[in-house]
């Protein structure tokens, strides 16, 4: 088995609120959480949950657009969170992103082949001749005419733009690209063409992908693994085939269960969840989901449940569902479980 390209320990990002004596913050916003996972080359993790969970900000993290508060982020053994500006620029061209919205994440006064090229020459200069051909080149990669690089993106359709953005954060031949809701904004059809447009570039140059996603059938049809997040934690990490097949943790299991079902004979595994999702300023004290919780007991309420192996490959977080299936893992297992322990 390869070593992990992408390695994440123990990550955590609070955001400070106000400001009072001496400029000690009134209380802090804990978007994230001690999250730990690995992505293998080649791979697609998908990280899901609902709005406000922290998925953004773990993208936003990953690319050190915002700077953590704790944990590591390792990129083939080093730890980028850790670095200076000037020391991170070298490490820009090994991963890119690919932003939610193609309608603001696009600059309106470059032209489609300058949009392409631009990263490229914040490292090396390029002869007209070369930048042509790279974007060209780029565009035809991604389903456009390479005639469309003289296009400004307000002449483009939305789906253009998205595949604009794809061939941008390719122009730097990227090991990992990160994918926040990269197709939410989109027409059903149009979310198709994208989706398969990025596993056609994965199968051809190996890229890695980490897919921000709330919307359940876009993360079946994608992912090889999912991490479930619910208020800044992961709480259940798993193979994709196994984790739609038996979700563990009541709040995979429901998150499932209230996604639309296109096929009326599929059965459905539980009802929807109730109530809103707690506030990350004040989150409940123990299991962050037990308000929400059919299954919660009183330790749920005390105490943090870690994540733990069990069978099939995959962490589950859940003081109610997770001890009972634990089973003893063999040094090879245990390398495939994709598990960081907190502290190492």
Known sequence: MSNPLLTVENLTKHYPIGAGFLKKPFSVVRAVEDVSFTV??????????????????????LMRLVDPTGGRVLIDGTDIAGLRKHELRSWRRQMQMVFQDPYSSLNPRLTAGQIITEPVENYE??????????????????????????????????????????ARALSLNPALIIADEAVSALDVSVQAQILNLLLDLQQQMGIAFVFISHDLGVVEHIAKRVAVMYLGRIVELAPCEALFAEPVHPYTEALIAAAPVPDPTRVRLAAPIEG???????????????????????????EVPTLVPIADGRVVACHVRAPAKIIPLKPTAAANCSLVEPGN
Do not use: W, Y
């Not at 007209?128 to 400004?152: C, F, I, T, W, Y």
């Not at 989901?289 to 005390?302: D, E």
């Open 40 to 61: 293998l080359p080649g791979e697609t993790l998908c990280i899901v949950g609902e709005s406000g969970c922290g998925k953004s900000t773990v993208a936003r993290l």
């Open 125 to 166: 200069r390029l002869s007209s001749k070369h930048r042509n051909a790279l974007a060209a080149d780029l565009l035809q990669k991604v389903g456009m005419s390479p005639e469309m690089m003289h296009r400004l993106p307000s002449e483009l359709s939305g789906g253009q733009r998205q595949r604009l953005g794809i």
């Open 276 to 302: 809103e999702v707690p506030s990350p300023v004040n989150p409940p004290n123990g299991c962050a989901f037990h308000p929400r919780c059919p299954l919660a007991v009183q330790r749920c309420r005390t």
